[in-house]
């Protein structure tokens, strides 16, 4: 097998922006100029983009695929030679930003990013948050400050805030050619030219001499540049401090690693929407974005021995190993499982090994994924991004890897739901909708449930956190049209024992016909948490016949779902029947059901049962200032501080909150930093309620 395209060439990138700077507009033109969109949808013009992107859809193409494959020859528009081509697959990236798996994982398969800024905000609330995240998972990136032609639009103002709010590491390496309504094109401040977009979609790109009236500015951020690039390199210290000339090929290559190393961040300009400036960020892509080489190697579990951590690196000769990183459905092929490759090769028609759940998984199709084709593709190799068609046994998260050399990229084992919303269709078309869109959600999102309360016929979504739920509320009307109404959230509690303890219960009923009788005595013991329910049968010599146990267990079994404090379910206990009796005529299976779930109640209330509840792992990023304040609060919400620490000129605080308490934190956080506050929240673990607690929730004071 032998590859097209050197893993060099690639550029696997993804767009993070908050919603409205122009992630959309800005992707567009990337697949518009990349060569393969054929035309450039609009959000302001009568022809709506979404409108636009229906039209392509019923085409058969697919500009929101999880990942799109476009190629680009950096400066081929101004010399028109296409021999110095890369591959760039663009990954979506969820519009929220949060906790959930699905955006971790997107973030996880990219190998660098473009952070899009609107030109009139600069940095907001939002944009902090994506940025934090980034950093978490050392995600490499340029910044492109976009709608520079708006009213209002300022480079040095959005410049500034970035230095203020995100890092002091940024530096122009662009500045635009003209503002607002002046707004000409874009100066490139290593080579000190400047570059006009022309022709109605700015396709015919001149490259002219830096004006007068801009000369002084750009001297003066072409100093900084190169002082910090200096700075970042001993070589051109030297020749820095010796006042000698820095070459713009010794700028770039040392521009290029300090990117990647996450040291120096390339700061970029235009306006995706008047086509001015998205050439040269794509040339950005290819000049400082790394390939799936530049990269650390991607480190793994050995499924037989979970201790022992494996390394893969990104090369055609290594054991094939790809990650499952999103599932979705195409209108044309049904469901594509996207994967990226990071390491080995991989023959179409093979089977591969699914280490996560054990099970082979044949590959009879791959998919790459243009902006307006799909490419079927035999062959696969380290570095690609690339669609697979109806694995059957593989969800989001699963490694995909060589049979003979097992990886586990990433260890998942999805918690059950710790909050749930009851949720309601607002018309009766909602509803008929509501049913299938929530399957298809449930597919995507393994920590995502639905269920029916068979008392009240009320459908309830379960899921990760509030958060969590109203992100797919969002989804269900934005990508579903499916309108509904939200209940207050309730927190999952559970119920647990303590100690060890028996019961014997025997049920007899003589009342008419067939009389009834099942007599069993058991014995329970607390099990360590997240085992479950464990039961044994320790019946000998026939005291209680075969056919009957099973009925005892499910009778046990349901009364555990029940509970016994305030009606949670009761978990992690260990179940043993070790006698009872029978009658030959009366005995049944509900009989022994009822006493065994009779025998389990007693049994459980002499074991020392209590509520237990959710507890949140938080991240709390915040400017320094705030940080007492914010401490204050978590500690009100009974929270336990684990640790603080320094991030990019903020402070970081890790703890462990109640999820009861964590109710409305969004808004309490922003009204405590002044909207600079960013938080992130998972599940970390079920613990018992304080006694206080424990009574109001018992008295339904407390949801
Ligand atoms: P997203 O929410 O980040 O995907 O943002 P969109 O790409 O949908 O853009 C949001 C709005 O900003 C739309 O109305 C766009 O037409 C507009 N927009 C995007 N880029 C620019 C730009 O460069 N200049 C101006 N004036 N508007 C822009």
Redesign the pocket.
């Known amino acids: 097998m032998i590859r097209k395209y050197p893993i060099e060439k690639y550029r696997n990138i993804g767009i993070i922006?908050h919603?409205?700077?122009?992630?959309?507009?800005?992707s567009e033109r990337i697949l518009y100029y990349t060569g393969i969109s054929h035309k450039i949808g609009?959000?302001?013009t009568g022809e709506s983009?979404m409108d636009w992107m229906e039209q392509e859809k019923e085409r058969g193409i697919t500009i929101c695929s999880a990942a799109t494959t476009c190629f680009w020859s950096p400066k081929a528009y101004l010399t028109g030679e296409k021999t110095n081509e890369h591959r760039i697959n663009l990954i979506d990236t969820p519009?929220h930003i949060d906790f959930t798996a699905e955006v971790q994982r997107s973030l996880r398969v990219l190998d660098g990013a473009i952070v899009?800024f609107d030109g009139v905000a600069g940095v907001e609330a939002q944009s902090e948050t994506v940025w934090r995240q980034a950093d978490k998972y050392h995600v490499p990136r340029i910044c492109f400050i976009?709608?520079l032609?708006?009213l209002g639009a300022s480079f040095d103002h959005a410049l500034e805030t970035i230095y203020e709010k995100l890092t002091k590491n940024a530096v122009a390496i662009q500045m635009p050619l003209g503002e607002e309504s002046q707004m000409e094109g874009v100066i490139d401040l290593i080579k000190m030219k400047a570059y006009k977009f022309e022709g109605p979609n700015g396709d015919d790109v001149k490259e002219i001499e830096v004006g007068d009236e801009f000369k002084v500015r750009a001297e003066e951020l072409r100093s900084r540049l190169v002082e910090k690039i200096a700075g970042e390199d001993e070589e051109l210290m030297e020749k820095y401090l010796d006042g000698k000339e820095i070459s713009e090929e010794e700028i770039k290559k040392a521009l290029r690693k300090a990117t990647i190393d996450y040291k120096l961040i390339p700061v970029l300009c235009g306006?995706?929407?008047?086509n001015k400036g998205v050439q040269l960020l794509l040339d950005a892509v290819i000049d400082y974005l790394p390939s799936p080489i530049d990269i650390p190697p991607v480190e793994g579990l050995d499924p037989k021995d979970e201790t022992k951590v494996l390394v893969r690196h990104s090369t055609d000769d290594e054991p094939f190993a790809a990650l499952a990183f999103k599932i979705a459905t195409d209108p044309f092929v049904g469901t594509l499982t996207y994967i990226r490759v990071y390491s080995g090769t991989f023959k179409k028609g093979n089977y591969l090994l699914n280490t996560n759940t054990g099970e082979k998984e044949r590959l009879g199709r791959i998919l790459r994924m243009h902006a307006n084709q799909r490419e079927e593709v035999d062959e696969i190799y380290a570095g690609d991004i690339c669609a697979t068609v109806a694995l059957k046994k593989t969800t989001t998260g699963n490694t995909l890897s060589d049979e003979s050399n097992p990886i586990v990229l990433e260890q998942i084992s999805f918690p059950e739901p710790v909050i749930n919303i009851k949720i309601e269709p607002k018309t009766k078309d909602d509803q008929e909708k509501m049913g299938t869109s929530l399957k298809k959600l449930q597919e995507e999102d393994p920590t995502f449930r639905v269920k029916t309360d068979e008392e009240t016929g009320e459908v309830i979504i379960g899921g990760m956190g509030e958060l969590h739920l109203d992100i797919l509320v969002d989804r269900l009307k934005r990508e579903f049209g499916v309108e509904a109404n939200i209940g207050r959230p309730q927190v999952s509690y559970k119920e647990a024992i303590d100690s060890n303890a028996e019961a014997e219960y025997k049920y007899i009923k003589q009342s008419g016909g067939r009389g009834q009788y099942g007599h069993v005595k058991i014995r329970i013991e607390p099990l360590e948490r997240g085992k479950g329910f464990e039961f044994v049968d320790e019946i000998k010599g026939g005291v209680i016949p075969r056919e009957y146990i099973p009925a005892v267990q499910k009778g046990i079994k349901e009364a555990l779902e029940k509970g016994v404090v305030a009606g949670y379910s009761l978990i992690d206990v260990k179940a043993t029947l070790y006698d009872g009796s029978f009658h030959e005529v009366d005995s049944s299976e509900i009989a022994f059901k009822i006493a065994g779930a009779q025998a389990l109640l007693e049994a459980a209330k002499k074991a020392h049962p209590h509520i237990l509840e959710p507890i949140m792992k938080i991240e709390v990023v915040i400017p320094e200032q705030f940080l007492g304040d914010v401490i204050g609060d978590l500690s009100a919400r009974r929270g336990q501080i684990d640790q603080t620490e320094d991030r990019t000129g903020m402070k970081v605080i890790y703890a462990k909150v109640p999820l009861s308490e964590t109710f409305g934190y969004a808004t309490g956080l922003r009204s405590l930093t002044e909207g600079r506050g960013t938080f992130s929240m998972e599940f970390s673990h079920y613990e018992k309620v304080p006694a206080n607690i424990a009574q109001e929730i018992i008295e339904g004071k407390r949801k």
Request: charged letters at 30%.
């Open positions: 922006a919603i409205d700077a122009g992630k959309t507009t800005v609009e959000t302001h983009q519009g899009v976009n709608k032609d708006r306006t995706a929407l008047r």
